[in-house]
Nanobody, 123 residues
């Protein structure tokens, strides 16, 4: 059993910063990739940023230069540093991880989602 627990969402003024964290726990062999997504009411969940096991990053055009995704492999954690926040960044943010799960005697690659954390940016 693997769980992803997010933290760090809050209400912040435009121009401010937030740091989202996502902690993975359970029968984890290793974590392949991390991703952060966001969703607003009536819209599809969209990819904000992703990072591979090798550290290659990918960002949505709307957040390039403002958001930074990172990971701590020793602690099975992923992070999203959000700077210069805008009202249009308001959404529920979800972390996603592609995890090699211990399923003795094998390992299996599975995807998991966090519970979501609300980010609200006021103008």
């Amino acid at each position: 059993q693997v769980q992803l627990v997010e933290s760090g969402g809050d209400l912040v003024q435009a121009g401010g910063s937030l740091r989202l964290s996502c902690a993975a726990s359970g029968s984890i062999h290793s974590i392949n990739a991390w991703g952060w997504y966001r969703q607003t009411p009536g819209k599809q969940r969209e990819l904000v940023a992703a990072i591979t096991s090798g550290g290659t990053t990918n960002y949505a055009d709307s957040v390039k230069g403002r958001f930074t995704i990172s990971r701590d492999n020793t602690k099975n954690q992923g992070f999203l540093q959000m700077d210069s926040l805008k009202p249009e960044d308001t959404a529920v943010y979800y972390c996603n991880a592609e995890i090699w799960v211990v399923a003795s005697p094998l390992v299996e690659k599975r995807g998991y989602w966090g519970q979501g954390t609300q980010v609200t940016v006021s103008s």
